[in-house]
């Protein structure tokens, strides 16, 4: 039983990871952003910002899906992954988790090139401008 039920999880987890990678691309190569026309495409009539939403859900459910996983191999984890010992499976756990914290705490600016993606007035044609 607990064979078919994690043959049935790692499927899960695999088709998650292969349609998070499938939106990916289809987001980079199929409907690019800016001018080179990422605006008004769509496919299956679900425009850029409709798949990018569902890629955003697939990779939140992917890392759901892997922290389960390690949870329920956790024994494997210890035994073959850590060599026995305890210490460099928490090792790396908590390396992670001070890589995820770094870049979720890192302060946001404005780059260069950002007016292109903006769906605001142009370049040169900014609120001041409209009002003259």
């Not at 990422?38 to 890629?55: F, K, N, Q, S, Y």
């Not at 404005?110 to 401008?129: A, I, T």
């Amino acid at each position: 039983m607990r064979a078919t039920f994690l043959r049935t999880f790692n499927w899960l987890l695999y088709f998650g990871f292969c349609s998070m990678i499938a939106t990916g691309l289809l987001l980079a190569f199929r409907l690019p952003p800016g001018s080179r026309g990422g605006r008004g495409l769509a496919v299956l009539g679900w425009g850029r910002h409709d798949w990018g939403d569902l890629h955003l859900w697939l990779a939140y459910g992917v890392i759901a899906l892997v922290i389960a996983h390690l949870v329920l191999n956790w024994a494997w984890v210890k035994r073959v992954a850590a060599f026995g010992r305890l210490w460099p499976a928490l090792f790396a756990l908590i390396a992670g988790l001070a890589l995820i914290v770094t870049f979720f705490t890192l302060p946001v600016t404005r780059g260069q090139g950002d007016d292109e993606e903006d769906h605001g007035p142009r370049r040169g044609q900014g609120f001041r401008n409209q009002l003259r």
